[in-house]
Every structure is written in structure tokens, then in C-alpha cells.
């Protein structure tokens, strides 16, 4: 199966490289500069790297590197700078997700693409009402008058579960929603909710940047688990923080 990445040089999009190619998949990664990325991803027969940036590609180019893809995964994110934070673009996220879509919709395929978002707790699934506190709201509001990537992450989850849906032809999504992230060196044990099950702003747990490389993997390789939580925004914890609720 050849899988796209895009944010394939950041610290979660190149874990989830790492399991894709344990996996034995063929991925294509779309990065501005190649110089950060390992040095074994040259060589690896398995890997194409696509250096560009994404949102300047024309919409031909875009539906070009997708049309042999069976799956594509953004690990998309802005950098924690005042520039990365507060310039253009805004929503990068956001009109990723669109342009991505719109390449795959463009193909007229077949059978659906499955597509897997990272985004974040501190994200309501609107679908499911999922209810905070009143405390939580507020600085929910905050972030969204303060930080712009909070904005642009709403924005691409609602992007999914607005104008794709759950029956569209051409593609299948899931919005993965990882907690606070660490680092680690091997995947752990880890547990998946249809919501969080605390709070994201203050009580709240860790996952490694491994583990969620791990489940955004599986969703792509294992159709089963992939029936269970697509058009759906799973939430996942490392187990060692779900035990420490």
C-alpha cells in the first residue's frame, strides 16, 4: 500500500513514517527541506521524499502524488514561534486538509481514501456533544482569541465532519486527538476513547509521540480498526497516564 504524510519531518509525523515503513508500506512524504530528515530515509526503496512546500503545489501537482495513494495522514502543525504562531499561514492545517481532499475527490476512485488527521484534545468532537466545564470553556475561548492553531485544528476536524461526512465516496477519515505529547524511544501500551476522559486543560495526561505514530499506523494497515473509529475523533492516552487518572 503507498501511504502520503504530510509533517513528515515533525517530531509525531516522523514516528508514524517510522511504523508505516516497519509495516512495509511504500510512503511518500511532501517536506520543505529534506535536510532534517534521517539520513536512512534517503536510502529506503520504500520512501519517496516530494521536496515542496505543500500549500504552494498546484492543484494538478497535489493530485498527481495522491492518485497512487491508499491512504494519506497529516502530522500537520504549526511551529511554537511567533512566527510559526501568529504569520502566514494561519490555517495551515486547515486548507491542507482541503486541498488534500479535493485532490482525492478529484481522482474519482473507486473505492474511498482513508484519510488520518492528527489534532488535539483540547478539540470537542461536535458530533458527540461532548461536554467541559464551565472554567474549561473559557479558556477555550481564550486560545481561540490567542492562538490561531487552536482555531485552525477546529477548523480541519470540523472540515472532515461537515464537508466530507460520513458517506463520502472518495474518502474515509478519522481525527486522531492525542493528549499532552512526550517523547519516547518504543510504542507502550495505550488506550483509545471515543472522548476524553479528563480534562485536556486541567487534568491533563500524556501519550508518546511514538504511540500515536503506532495508532495512526494501525488505523491505515488494519481494516477492522479502522471500521470501528472512522468518521470518528478518537482520543488516545500512553496507559501509564490513563492509570494515573
Known sequence: MTI???????ATGSQLVEQLLIQKHKVKVIVRSPVKLPEAWNTNDNLQIISASLLELSDHEMSVIVSDCKAVASCLGHNMTFKGIYRQPRQLVTDATRRLCNAIKSKNLQNPIKFVLMNTTGNRNRDLNESISFAQKCVIGLLRLLLPPHVDNEKAADYLRTQIGQNNNSIEWVAVRPDGLINEDEVTNYEIHKSPTRSAIFNAGKVSRINVGHFMASLINDDNLWTTWKGQ????????????A
Open 4 to 10: 502520503l504524510v504530510v509533517g513528515a519531518s515533525g
Open 233 to 244: 475523533m478518537p482520543v488516545i492516552y500512553s496507559k501509564l497516564w490513563v492509570d494515573k
